[in-house]
């Protein structure tokens, strides 16, 4: 494993709720107490609801700068999302470790599971679940 500078937090953005942007800050805090340089999108600037008038390409480019140049992206892939789908090939082209989440019941994408740049893969019974599960790799990270 190479050492972390910097993470990219992934998940559906255009049909998301509250609830799981939330997790998505969940994780980036839990990220926080091991790791500096976190990025979460919708939290950057670039969210569907909060910052309608960010045009597309502006919002490729931004995630694709921040994608391309992370060292770990930690993905939701429980709710199907092109944009995540596209953020996983950018992760997988710059050589980036993946970590893939989603809970119990979801289906998954077998394109995003097979994935080789996956690293460790999450099915989270609960929210109490991913964080337990997200902290162990975490530490190991930490460790290299």
């Known amino acids: ?18 609830e799981i942007k939330k ?8 990220c926080s107490r091991h790791f500096n340089n ?4 919708h939290a950057g600037g670039t969210d569907p609801i909060q910052n309608p008038d960010i045009s597309p390409m502006d919002v490729w480019q931004r995630d694709h700068r921040f994608v391309a140049s992370a060292d770990l992206i930690i993905a939701y892939v429980g709710q199907p999302s092109l944009g995540v789908g596209a953020e ?10 993946i970590i893939l989440w989603w809970f119990k019941g ?9 994935n080789p740049a996956v690293k460790y893969k999450i ?16 530490k190991n990270y930490e460790k290299e």
Do not use: Q
């Open 1 to 18: 494993m190479e050492k972390i500078n910097k993470i990219y937090i992934s998940g559906e953005l255009t049909h998301a709720g509250e």
């Open 88 to 97: 996983l090939e950018i992760a997988r082209i710059a050589a980036s470790d």
């Open 38 to 41: 976190i990025y979460v999108p």
């Open 123 to 138: 099915e989270a019974e609960n929210e109490d679940d991913l964080y337990n599960k997200l902290e162990n790799i975490l």
């Open 23 to 30: 997790i998505y800050e969940k994780i980036a805090k839990l």
């Open 106 to 114: 979801e289906k998954v994408s077998r394109m995003a599971l097979g």
